[in-house]
């Protein structure tokens, strides 16, 4: 197994332009959630899933959108990017509803000049 | 919603002595705790975890003790080695059926081990 895979690993891009953030995982796992890691600040949840077509918002969802079309991908979408999105973006998921653990990817740092 | 502060933000010790990283949450529904370690450049990867109904829980060299009443839990690394060096995260969720376990993450505590 890949585990959860994310890509790009780097991304620059200027203030204004939009990208998506791809993040998959071969667990066959329900729940998918993407963080943001800033200095000094620990991760923030940005939007999480719950499983095929279920979407809800997290700490700081403001500039993101999120979809769940399959059980395998959750791609982050960056609408108008800002340089207070500049950080590097983790994606996670867990086997199922419930306590369980988060297996995360390996993360993407993006700087938004 | 949930908050959860982390205790230092720094810490360094000897190898071989002892480390304790404490954090508390506000939410008293909160149910699952885990702990996350990162090294630089790397992704979190969970070292341990515990649930409201469990007092201690014990993994080789790592513990953590949870006071549901005072709401604070604790890791301890006892014996430290300099491969411990890194950062550690505790988190707090109310896990639902209808949510999973969503996490709110502490800020993080920088652990150095000196040789």
């Known amino acids: 197994n890949a585990g959860v895979t994310q890509t790009p690993k780097f991304q620059v891009l200027k203030t204004g332009q939009s990208m998506t953030l791809q993040c998959a995982q071969d667990m066959n796992h329900e729940y998918m959630s993407w963080y943001r890691q800033d200095p000094g600040m620990g991760l923030r949840l940005i939007h999480y899933?719950?499983?095929?077509?279920?979407?809800d918002q997290g700490e700081v969802p403001n500039g993101y959108n999120v979809s769940r079309s399959t059980t395998e991908d959750f791609p982050l979408r960056l609408l108008s990017a800002a340089p207070s999105q500049t950080s590097v973006y983790f994606c996670?998921?867990?086997?199922?509803?419930?306590?369980?653990?988060?297996?995360f990817g390996p993360g993407t740092r993006l700087t938004v000049t | 919603g949930e908050n959860v502060e982390q205790h230092p933000s720094t810490l360094s010790v000897q190898e071989g002595d002892s480390a304790v990283i404490k954090c508390t949450y506000s939410d008293s529904a909160s149910n699952y705790f885990p702990w996350y370690k990162q090294e630089l450049g790397k992704r979190p990867q969970l070292i341990i975890d515990i649930r409201s109904n469990v007092g201690e829980k014990k993994d080789q060299r790592i513990a953590v003790t949870l006071n549901k009443t005072a709401k604070h839990f604790s890791l301890h690394i006892t014996e430290t080695q300099p491969e411990d060096s890194a950062v550690y995260f505790c988190a707090a969720s109310r896990v639902r059926e209808t949510s999973g376990s969503r996490l709110t993450f502490g800020e993080g505590t920088q652990l150095t081990v000196n040789p």
């Open positions: 996670a998921s867990s086997y199922s509803r419930g306590a369980y653990e988060q297996y």
């Open positions: 899933s719950v499983g095929a077509g279920i979407t």
